[in-house]
T-cell receptor, first 115, second 113 residues
Framework: AQSVTQLDSQVPVFEEAPVELRCNYS??????LFWYVQYPNQGLQLLLK??????LVKGINGFEAEFNKSQTSFHLRKPSVHISDTAEYFC?????????????FGTGTKLQVIP | DTAVSQTPKYLVTQMGNDKSIKCEQN?????MYWYKQDSKKFLKIMFS???????INETVPNRFSPKSPDKAHLNLHINSLELGDSAVYFC????????????FGPGTRLTVL
């Protein structure tokens, strides 16, 4: 079964500084990878996804992530964060299949942008 | 227009009561989900329906019973509520069970006293 690990539960960063949120996964087969964002008191919203092709994926709000198969990682980055980026970020993995498969979410990383 | 909506947004109730949470999506999706998010923000799938058919049923107590009257609705009924049921419950939908992006509702915060 697949699993996903987000090592950092909280990441404080100053406004306009760069940030990287780490995500590692484990799976014996190829996977699809996702990053979702959850703003306070809201549901999750898709930031970006990797299905195949280019390993560098660009998402909404200036975020991007790079799929690294050898390191089984899918770290999320933003070159300059804004106060409005303060939120919880979830990495997720899905094993593609002709049948039904569930998405497994990581435990989340809280990004705190400091003014 | 809200894509995935849930009612109620907040639910406070006593132990032992029975309650329901409703979910509706107007995206024309075939697949709907219920997730439970605990106080540590851990998000875990509970159920998934595809065209009104149950396709995912995680290890959830029998007190939880999903019902899908049509593919636009997936309701969650909980019997004999316990303190440990306190959490935020999210409904989500996707185009189908293979489609990769899920659209989430705003959540229902359930507090059991």
């Amino acid at each position: 079964a697949q699993s996903v690990t987000q090592l950092d539960s909280q990441v404080p960063v100053f406004e306009e500084a760069p940030v990287e949120l780490r995500c590692n996964y484990s799976s014996s087969v190829s996977v699809y990878l996702f990053w979702y964002v959850q703003y306070p008191n809201q549901g999750l919203q898709l930031l970006l996804k990797y299905l195949s092709g280019s390993t560098l994926v660009k998402g909404i709000n200036g975020f991007e992530a790079e799929f690294n198969k050898s390191q089984t990682s899918f770290h999320l980055r933003k070159p300059s964060v804004h106060i409005s980026d303060t939120a919880e970020y979830f990495c997720a993995v899905k094993v593609p299949s002709g049948g039904y498969q569930k998405v497994t979410f990581g435990t989340g990383t809280k990004l705190q942008v400091i003014p | 227009d809200t894509a995935v909506s849930q009612t109620p947004k907040y639910l406070v109730t006593q132990m032992g009561n029975d309650k329901s949470i409703k979910c509706e999506q107007n995206l024309g999706h075939d697949t709907m989900y219920w997730y439970k998010q605990d106080s540590k923000k851990f998000l875990k799938i509970m159920f998934s329906y595809n065209n009104k058919e149950l396709i995912i049923n995680e290890t959830v107590p029998n007190r939880f019973s999903p019902k899908s009257p049509d593919k636009a609705h997936l309701n969650l009924h909980i019997n004999s509520l316990e303190l440990g049921d306190s959490a935020v419950y999210f409904c989500a939908s996707s185009q189908d069970a293979v489609e990769n992006e899920q659209f989430f509702g705003p959540g229902t915060r359930l507090t059991v006293l």
